[in-house]
């Protein structure tokens, strides 16, 4: 829409939208009153909302979003009971998250997501999760109202995580199991003692990726997948609250560690194995061994024997080793090291889990899939403005081809760069570019919307890929966009 349209260009526009010839599958648009929202549900009129232009000059946003809200005419109906909410985006020229339809009943609290209605050439439109997932960094018009409906403090739990003790700090915080039921604000202490000013979604999802890093190299076995080993300091309670954090994870982020064996977590959540075992102890055992064992499978007479011999009994082999044997040898012994012996985490886990994470084995499988990173999937998400000056879409094919040559380390450190998390958890990664000098050039990730802010020009692509390549081994990353 033009930068000067006001309040009611917007609201004919989700007329025209929701309301197609005056009607829509609510009923009559003559049928109901009609308001214009800001993103804190907050009712605009013509002094609040004057251009689509001034909003934009005042709040600095890359992204103005809007709700048409609807309530029917009839004095007679309680118009606090039902009313619809429909989300209408506004964007610079630059591609939307997807946004949501849907009911909402009482005093707003409670979303029942509806139909999926079809995209605009400029306005995009769908179902998420969290409509506020990415609004936590915005800076408020100075013009909106005071928030009719604050939120509520009790169910806001606030809690403080140390950059260098991730794992410890948050094991800690989801001890208490009333975290599950609250909504979660994460601080976090850089390595100087100081606080990192960022907040919002994208250090959630930092604060995570880290946490199971962390949880990787000092809680697990395995060489590409890794399954939980029993320690001595960590009790049932440990564990559950390790339970907490994976299932936080997925309900407020869609994060889901997948580096953990399949197998270990279908015992989580369906009691049970459904993949194949071989395949995931050849990613568990180390790529060395995973040689011999895949020399003996295919070729039992070609194998050193005594190599064979070793590995096998590194695992605690007791059977007679032949070309018959081996496949149910094998078979055995990934049960033993991916399900028996962390049975005790997984009675854990399955209490706090499984009675809140509907998947089914080939939902699993295909969640993995989904969440890991390609440079197909990683060039998919990006979005870029139409009206592109030559420099900037050389930058942009850069880009691009820096992704195309990153290995799967990088590419993770590259999405935790401009999102937050190294797992692919969010649909779209939107790429602004801003005047810098030689001096100050540099990629500037903002997590919580997903927005990668790049130089206007490079020279060429080797400065380009070394500038990137410098910021993304450089590891820590402090977030400073309140």
Same mark, same amino acid.
């Given at each position: 829409?033009?930068?000067?349209?006001?309040?009611?260009?917007?609201?004919?526009?989700?007329?025209?939208?929701?309301?197609?010839?005056?009607?829509? $599958?609510?009923?009559?648009?003559?049928?109901?009153?009609?308001?214009?929202?800001?993103?804190? =549900?907050?009712?605009?009129?013509?002094?609040?909302?004057?251009?689509?232009?001034?909003?934009?000059? @005042?709040?600095?946003?890359?992204?103005?979003?809007?709700?048409? @809200?609807? *309530?029917? /005419?009839?004095?007679?109906?309680?118009?606090?009971?039902?009313?619809?909410?429909?989300?209408?985006?506004?964007?610079?020229?630059?591609?939307?998250?997807?946004?949501?339809?849907?009911?909402?009943?009482?005093?707003?609290?409670?979303?029942?997501?509806?139909?999926?209605?079809?995209?605009?050439?400029? &306005?995009?439109?769908?179902?998420?999760?969290?409509?506020?997932?990415?609004?936590?960094?915005?800076?408020?018009?100075?013009?909106?109202?005071?928030?009719?409906?604050?939120? %509520?403090?009790?169910?806001?739990?606030?809690?403080?995580?140390?950059?260098?003790?991730?794992?410890?700090?948050? &094991?800690?915080?989801?001890?208490?199991?009333?975290?599950?039921?609250?909504?979660?604000?994460?601080?976090?202490?850089?390595? #100087?003692?100081?606080?990192?000013?960022?907040?919002?979604?994208?250090?959630?999802?930092?604060?995570?990726?880290?946490?199971?890093?962390?949880?990787?190299?000092?809680?697990?076995?395995?060489?590409?997948?890794?399954? +939980?080993?029993?320690?001595? #300091?960590? $009790?049932?309670?440990?564990?559950?609250?390790?339970?907490? &954090?994976?299932?936080?994870?997925?309900?407020?982020?869609?994060?889901?560690?997948?580096?953990?064996?399949? $197998?270990?977590?279908?015992?989580?959540?369906?009691?049970?194995?459904?993949?194949?075992? *071989?395949?995931?102890?050849? =990613?568990?055992?180390?790529?060395?061994?995973?040689?011999?064992?895949?020399?003996?499978? /295919?070729?039992?007479?070609?194998?050193?024997?005594?190599?064979?011999?070793?590995?096998? !009994?590194?695992?605690?082999?007791?059977?007679?080793?032949?070309?018959?044997?081996? +496949?149910?040898?094998?078979?055995?012994?990934?049960? /033993?090291?991916?399900?028996? *012996? +962390?049975?005790?985490?997984? !009675?854990?886990?399955?209490?706090?889990?499984? +009675?809140? &994470?509907?998947?089914?084995?080939?939902?699993?499988?295909?969640?993995?899939?989904?969440?890991?990173?390609?440079?197909? *999937?990683?060039? =998919?998400?990006?979005?870029?403005?139409?009206?592109?000056?030559? =420099?900037?879409?050389?930058?942009?094919?850069?880009?691009?081809?820096?992704?195309?040559?990153?290995? %799967?380390?990088?590419?993770?450190?590259?999405?935790?760069?401009?999102?937050?998390?190294?797992?692919?958890?969010?649909?779209?990664?939107?790429?602004?570019?801003?005047?810098?000098?030689?001096?100050?050039?540099? $990629?500037?990730?903002?997590?919580?919307?997903?927005?990668?802010?790049?130089?206007?020009?490079?020279? %060429?692509?080797?400065?380009?890929?070394?500038?990137?390549?410098?910021?993304?081994?450089?590891?820590?990353?402090?977030?400073?966009?309140?």
């Amino acid at each position: 829409m033009a930068t000067d349209a006001g309040l009611k260009d917007i609201l004919q526009e989700g007329k025209k939208l929701f309301f197609p010839d005056g009607i829509s $599958p609510k009923g009559c648009e003559t049928d109901f009153e009609f308001e214009v929202w800001d993103f804190k =549900q907050n009712h605009l009129t013509d002094d609040t909302c004057q251009s689509i232009g001034n909003m934009y000059e @005042a709040a600095r946003l890359t992204m103005l979003r809007f709700y048409i @809200a609807t *309530k029917p /005419k009839d004095p007679e109906e309680d118009a606090s009971e039902t009313s619809e909410v429909v989300f209408v985006s506004e964007s610079s020229g630059s591609d939307i998250n997807p946004l949501q339809v849907g009911e909402v009943r009482g005093n707003c609290d409670e979303v029942i997501t509806g139909s999926e209605i079809s995209d605009d050439p400029e &306005i995009t439109f769908g179902p998420i999760f969290d409509a506020e997932e990415d609004t936590e960094d915005t800076l408020v018009y100075e013009g909106f109202l005071v928030p009719l409906s604050p939120p %509520n403090s009790e169910n806001v739990i606030t809690i403080t995580i140390r950059h260098t003790d991730t794992l410890r700090d948050m &094991i800690t915080a989801f001890s208490d199991a009333e975290i599950l039921r609250k909504t979660l604000n994460v601080k976090r202490i850089l390595p #100087d003692n100081t606080e990192e000013p960022g907040t919002g979604s994208g250090i959630l999802r930092d604060v995570l990726t880290c946490f199971w890093h962390e949880f990787y190299e000092r809680c697990t076995l395995g060489a590409t997948v890794k399954v +939980p080993f029993i320690r001595h #300091d960590f $009790p049932a309670e440990k564990w559950k609250a390790v339970g907490r &954090i994976l299932l936080k994870g997925y309900q407020e982020c869609q994060y889901f560690p997948n580096k953990l064996a399949i $197998p270990f977590l279908e015992q989580v959540l369906f009691n049970g194995v459904y993949s194949d075992l *071989k395949t995931h102890f050849l =990613q568990f055992v180390s790529s060395q061994e995973c040689d011999v064992l895949m020399e003996a499978v /295919k070729n039992f007479s070609a194998v050193d024997l005594a190599d064979l011999v070793e590995v096998l !009994d590194s695992y605690g082999c007791r059977k007679r080793i032949t070309a018959e044997t081996l +496949p149910t040898i094998l078979d055995e012994i990934a049960h /033993k090291e991916l399900v028996q *012996k +962390p049975m005790f985490v997984i !009675d854990c886990w399955r209490e706090i889990i499984y +009675p809140h &994470i509907s998947l089914s084995p080939e939902g699993l499988t295909k969640l993995f899939s989904e969440l890991q990173p390609t440079s197909k *999937k990683v060039c =998919q998400l990006l979005k870029f403005a139409v009206d592109l000056t030559p =420099q900037q879409k050389e930058v942009k094919n850069h880009l691009k081809r820096f992704i195309r040559e990153l290995d %799967n380390i990088k590419l993770q450190k590259f999405m935790r760069f401009c999102t937050g998390s190294d797992l692919i958890v969010t649909n779209s990664i939107y790429v602004e570019f801003q005047d810098m000098t030689e001096f100050t050039r540099r $990629p500037v990730g903002h997590t919580c919307g997903n927005v990668l802010q790049l130089a206007n020009s490079y020279e %060429n692509f080797p400065d380009f890929r070394s500038e990137f390549n410098a910021v993304l081994e450089s590891n820590v990353w402090v977030m400073d966009i309140v």
